[in-house]
C-alpha cells in the first residue's frame, strides 16, 4: 500500500484497533463511575473515526459533539499555536465530559483544548487518546486513557492523514521514510 508514491508500513490491524477500543471503552465508563450519561467530544478532523467507534462500545445514553482547531497545514509538525475555528454546540457546564483526540505528539493541541473546555465547567473532564507518541511531550500533558503507544513515525490510517489522505484506512500504518 502506498500514498502518493511512498509506501505504507502497517503497524496495528484493523482487528487489534477494535479489541482496544472496545475495551477502553469499559475502562472509561468504569473511570466515570459508571454515570448514566456521557458527554464526548471529538477533535477532528483525525478524532472522527475513533470517536464514532469509541461512542459504538459505549452501552450508555451519550451525547456527541465536536470541535476544530487551526490545524497544521502542510507542515508534519505541531505550530503550537491553537485557534478554535469550530467550537462545541452543546453545554457541557455541570456534565461529565470525555475529551478524545486521535494522537498525543507534542501535547500543545489536546492541552490548550482541555483548558478551553474546562474553562466551561464540566463537573468532571477527562481525555483519551487513541495513539501517544512516545518522548515527544513539550507539555506536562497525560492523557487519562491511551489506546496505544509508537515511536515518532508519521501516522496515517483510522482518521490520520497525510496530506489529507489515509484517513479512511481500518488500521494504522507509518509512512515509510519518516
Ligand atoms: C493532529 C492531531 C492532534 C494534533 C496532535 O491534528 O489530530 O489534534 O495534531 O499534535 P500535538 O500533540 O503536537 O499538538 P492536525 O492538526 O493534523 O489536524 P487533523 O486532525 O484535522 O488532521
Same mark, same amino acid.
Given at each position: 500500500m502506498e500514498i502518493r508514491g511512498k509506501p505504507l508500513r502497517p503497524l496495528i490491524d484493523p482487528q487489534s484497533i477494535q479489541k482496544r477500543v472496545h475495551k477502553l471503552a469499559g475502562e472509561i465508563l468504569d473511570a466515570f463511575g459508571n454515570t448514566e450519561e456521557l458527554y464526548v467530544v471529538g477533535i477532528l478532523k483525525g478524532a472522527f473515526i475513533f470517536t464514532a467507534d469509541l461512542v459504538r462500545a459505549m452501552n450508555i445514553p451519550v451525547v456527541v459533539d465536536f470541535l476544530q482547531v487551526s490545524s497544521y497545514g502542510q507542515s508534519m509538525?505541531?505550530?503550537?499555536k491553537i485557534r478554535i475555528m469550530k467550537d462545541i454546540e452543546i453545554d457541557i457546564a455541570g456534565k461529565k465530559v470525555l475529551l478524545i483526540d486521535d494522537i498525543l505528539d507534542t501535547g500543545l493541541t489536546i492541552s490548550e483544548i482541555y483548558r478551553f473546555l474546562k474553562s466551561k465547567g464540566p463537573s468532571e473532564l477527562k481525555s483519551c487518546v487513541f495513539i501517544e507518541k512516545e518522548g $515527544?511531550?513539550?507539555?506536562d500533558f497525560e492523557a487519562d486513557f491511551v489506546g496505544f503507544k509508537t515511536l515518532n513515525y508519521f501516522l496515517v490510517g483510522y482518521g490520520l492523514d497525510w496530506g489529507e489522505l489515509? $484517513?479512511?484506512?481500518?488500521g494504522i500504518y507509518a509512512v515509510e521514510g519518516s
Open positions: 509538525e505541531s505550530s503550537g $515527544r511531550r513539550k507539555t489515509g $484517513r479512511n484506512l481500518p
